[in-house]
C-alpha cells in the first residue's frame, strides 16, 4: 500500500521524507491556506522532497476553470496531480485532463456510483472520504470495499487512495481490503509506527544492558 500525507506543511513533510515511507502527498485548499508563503511554491518544495504523486486541487467549480487552473497546476511540476471535485463539470474535466496525459485525482467521492464515473473518466486517483462518512453514521470502510469489489471486474487504472482518514485503522482496514493507497495526516502517520509494548520493551532492554555495564 503506498502511504501518503495529507498535508501541506513543509516541515512534516520533510520529517516523514527522510524516514523514508512516505511515497506522496495530497493537499486541499483548507490545507494550502494554513501555510505560509505562496502556495505554487510551497507545492514545488513539496514535489522536490517527496519525488511522487503531489496532489493540487482546482477551486473552480465549473468545466472551463477547472481545465484553466488544472493547466496551471500541472506545469508546477512534472509530480503535480490535478484534483478535481467528484461533480459533473469535475468528472469532464477528469475525462478531459487525463486525455491530455494529465494525471488526475477525483475527490470528495461519497458513493461506489460516483467512483465507477470517475473510473471511466480516467482518473488516476478516486478519493473516497471515509471519516466524512462516518462522522454522519455510515460506514466509510463499507465504502472502500465496495469501490474495489466493482473496480476489481474491470481494468481502469484508478488507484482507490483511502481519504479523510483519522486513525490507522482506517489505513490497515484499507490495507486488508486491498485499497491501493491512504492519505493520511502527520497525527496518523505517526500512530502507525507507535505502540506501547515497543517503547517498554525498548526501555527494559537498554536499563538491563546499561545496569551490567557491558559495553559493546
Ligand atoms: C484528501 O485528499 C483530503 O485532503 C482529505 O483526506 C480530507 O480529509 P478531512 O475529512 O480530514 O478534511
Excluded at 104 to 131: D, E, H, M, R, W
Excluded at 149 to 159: D, F, I, Q, V, W
Excluded at 165 to 170: C, K, N
Aim: net charge neutral; glycine share 10%; charged share 20%.
Amino acid at each position: 500500500m503506498k502511504l501518503f500525507i495529507d498535508s501541506g506543511n513543509i516541515a512534516d513533510i520533510q520529517k516523514l521524507a527522510d524516514i523514508g515511507i512516505i511515497d506522496g502527498v495530497t493537499t486541499n485548499p483548507s490545507l494550502l491556506v494554513k501555510e505560509p508563503g505562496d502556495y505554487r511554491e510551497n507545492l514545488k518544495k513539496i514535489c522536490q522532497i517527496v519525488k511522487g504523486p503531489v496532489s493540487g486541487e482546482v477551486t473552480a467549480t465549473d468545466f472551463a476553470g477547472m481545465m484553466q487552473q488544472g493547466h496551471d497546476i500541472a506545469k508546477i511540476d512534472p509530480y503535480m496531480v490535478v484534483k478535481v471535485p467528484l461533480t459533473r463539470d469535475g468528472i469532464k474535466a477528469c475525462k478531459a485532463l487525463s486525455g491530455e496525459g494529465i494525471r488526475v485525482n477525483v475527490t470528495l467521492c461519497f458513493s461506489a456510483a460516483q467512483a465507477l464515473l470517475a473510473a471511466k473518466a480516467g482518473a488516476t486517483f478516486i478519493s473516497p472520504f471515509v471519516g466524512r462518512l462516518d462522522d454522519i453514521g455510515h460506514d466509510g470502510m463499507e465504502l472502500i470495499a465496495d469501490i474495489l469489489e466493482m473496480l476489481g471486474h474491470y481494468s481502469y487504472k484508478a488507484e482507490v487512495l483511502v481519504a479523510s482518514v483519522r486513525s490507522p485503522v482506517h489505513v490497515i482496514k484499507g490495507a486488508r481490503m486491498g485499497a491501493h493507497v491512504a492519505t493520511c495526516p502527520f497525527s496518523v502517520l505517526q500512530q502507525l509506527a507507535k505502540h506501547p509494548l515497543t517503547d517498554i520493551g525498548l526501555k527494559k532492554f537498554l536499563d538491563d544492558w546499561n545496569k551490567s555495564g557491558a559495553k559493546i
